[in-house]
């Protein structure tokens, strides 16, 4: 979607940690949100940054670097339950504008 | 339960049918947005409305969509001569804030359109 880049599916081992990255267009930037999806379900905020930096909460994490453009999601200790897609969205001119969203797939 | 409520949460029709969907909002929630997503895709936006007016709506929308909040509450979303490219989940989200840096949505069920 609209200048939201991210990777279309990973797959990471239960336990592990792994980084979903987003790049976004930074004009009319307002700030960043990730989204979780499971399949068939509507979209679950996860975490919106609007500063330069990682927030961390829980098992989840959030970096922004608004001068680049760029965002991660890091996911530590994963779950089994934590497959599904991963929407990174900008907080773009009063709308949110969503990425195609990354498809997490975790093996036992 | 006092989050995001769409109805009906299925719909198959024919192509050619109108259909109408519904979604209320948590309440006292001024703003209301309408999305659109397919397989494989995230949620494109359509409208959205803060209390009774229509403030935007995406050019990808062609006339054939409509969209109301008469009320400044509950948002209808109005489909006419359906077409088998609009099957899709219709995703209605809603915000607290009328103008603020933080807009997080909170959004509904969806209603899934089949279109036949």
């Known amino acids: 979607g609209q200048n939201i880049d991210q990777p279309t599916e990973m797959t990471a081992t239960e336990g592990a940690i792994v980084q979903i990255n987003c790049t976004y267009q930074t004009s009319g930037f307002n700030g960043l949100f990730w989204y979780q999806q499971h399949a068939g379900e509507a979209p679950t905020f996860l975490s919106y940054?609007?500063?330069?930096g990682l927030e961390e909460k829980g098992r989840f994490s959030s970096f922004l670097s608004r001068s680049k453009g760029y965002s991660y999601l890091l996911l530590k200790e994963l779950q089994m339950k934590d497959s599904a897609s991963y929407l990174c969205?900008?907080?773009?001119?009063?709308?949110?504008?969503f990425g195609k969203g990354t498809r997490l797939h975790i093996l036992p | 339960d006092t989050g995001v409520s769409q109805d009906p949460r299925h719909k198959i029709t024919k192509r050619g049918q109108n259909v109408t969907f519904r979604c209320d909002p948590i309440s006292e929630h001024n703003r209301l947005y309408w999305y659109r997503q397919t397989l494989g895709q995230g949620p494109e936006f359509l409208t959205y409305f803060q209390n009774e007016a229509q403030l935007e709506k995406s050019r990808l929308l062609s006339d054939r969509f409509s969209a109301e909040r008469p009320k400044g509450s509950f948002s209808t979303l109005e489909i006419q001569r359906t077409e088998q490219g609009d099957s899709a989940m219709y995703l209605c989200?809603?915000?607290?804030?009328?103008?603020?840096?933080?807009?997080?949505?909170?959004f509904g069920p969806g209603t899934r359109l089949t279109v036949l």
């Open positions: 940054n609007v500063l330069d």
């Open positions: 989200a809603s915000s607290p804030r009328a103008q603020s840096s933080y807009n997080e949505q909170f």
């Open positions: 969205a900008q907080n773009r001119d009063d709308k949110i504008i």
